[in-house]
C-alpha cells in the first residue's frame, strides 16, 4: 500500500509555543490530504480539508487562524498549531488520497501526538 | 445525536470465539462504508470496504443495511491479535472525507 509519513511523532511543548507537524506522500502524489484529531477515548474528528495549490476547507468549529495548513506541493501537507495551549494536546493524524484511487481510499500517517504544557 | 454511533465495548472475549460489532450512522445519503482497526496509540488501518451484498474477507466478514442504516463486523476465531479498536467509517456524497465512529474495543484472550 502507499505510504504516508509524518513528522515529528511526538512533540512536548510548552503553552505559547507554536508547532509544525509535517504530512508526505512517500510514493504518490497527493491533491487531496485530510487532517484529523484524536482526543482519548474518542473517535478521529476531521479538522480540515488541504488541496494542494489551494487554501484548505476547515470543518465546523476549527479555528483557521489557529491551525495554520499549507499544502504547497503534491507531496507536502503542513499543519502549525499557533499558541499552542494544554486543550490542543491530542494526537493529530493526516491522510492522503490517491488520484486514480477508489473515491474514498485514503492513506494514514502515523500520528503525531502533542503534548501541551 | 453522533453521525455514526458505536458501543465502545471493550469486549472480552477468549481465543476461538466469534465475536460481533454493530454500527448505526445518521446520515442517509452516505455512499461508503469501511471497518477499520486501530491498535493503541496508532495510525487506523482499513480492515475492509462494506458492500450492500456483504463481504467476507478470511475471518472476518461485513454487512450493510442501508434500510436500517445499520452497519455490522463479524470476527469468526477470534486471535490474540485481532485484539484493537475497531472504528465504524462512513463517507458521504461528494465528500472525499471519512466519519469515525468513536469505536469498539475487542480484547482477546488467551
Known amino acids: 500500500g502507499a505510504v504516508v509519513s509524518q513528522h515529528p511523532s511526538r512533540v512536548i511543548c510548552k503553552s505559547g509555543t507554536s508547532v509544525k507537524i509535517e504530512c508526505r506522500s512517500l510514493?504518490?502524489?497527493?491533491?487531496?490530504m485530510f487532517w484529523y484529531r484524536q482526543f482519548p477515548k474518542q473517535s478521529l474528528m476531521l479538522m480540515a480539508t488541504?488541496?494542494?495549490?489551494?487554501?484548505?476547507?476547515?470543518e465546523q468549529g476549527v479555528e483557521k487562524d489557529k491551525f495554520l495548513i499549507n499544502h504547497a506541493s503534491l507531496t507536502l501537507s503542513t499543519l502549525t498549531v499557533t499558541s499552542a495551549h494544554p486543550e490542543d494536546s491530542s494526537f493529530y493524524i493526516c491522510?492522503?488520497?490517491?488520484?486514480?484511487?477508489?473515491?474514498?481510499?485514503?492513506?494514514f500517517g502515523p500520528g503525531t501526538r502533542l503534548t501541551v504544557l | 445525536r453522533k453521525e455514526v454511533e458505536q458501543d465502545p465495548g471493550p469486549f472480552n472475549v477468549p481465543e476461538g470465539a466469534t465475536v460481533a460489532f454493530n454500527c448505526t450512522y445518521s446520515?442517509?445519503?452516505?455512499?461508503?462504508f469501511f471497518w477499520y482497526r486501530q491498535d493503541c496509540r496508532k495510525e487506523p488501518k482499513l480492515l475492509m470496504s462494506?458492500?450492500?451484498s456483504g463481504n467476507e474477507d478470511g475471518r472476518f466478514t461485513a454487512q450493510l443495511n442501508r434500510a436500517s442504516q445499520y452497519i455490522s463486523l463479524l470476527i469468526r476465531d477470534s486471535k490474540l491479535s485481532d485484539s484493537a479498536t475497531y472504528l465504524c467509517?462512513?463517507?458521504?456524497?461528494?465528500?472525499?472525507?471519512?466519519?469515525f465512529g468513536s469505536g469498539t474495543r475487542l480484547q482477546v484472550q488467551p
Open positions: 488541504s488541496n494542494e495549490g489551494s487554501k484548505a476547507t476547515y
Open positions: 446520515n442517509s445519503a452516505s455512499q461508503s
Open positions: 491522510s492522503a488520497a490517491r488520484p486514480g484511487g477508489a473515491y474514498n481510499e485514503q492513506f
Open positions: 467509517v462512513v463517507s458521504g456524497t461528494g465528500r472525499r472525507a471519512l466519519t
Open positions: 462494506v458492500y450492500s
Open positions: 510514493d504518490f502524489q497527493a491533491t487531496t
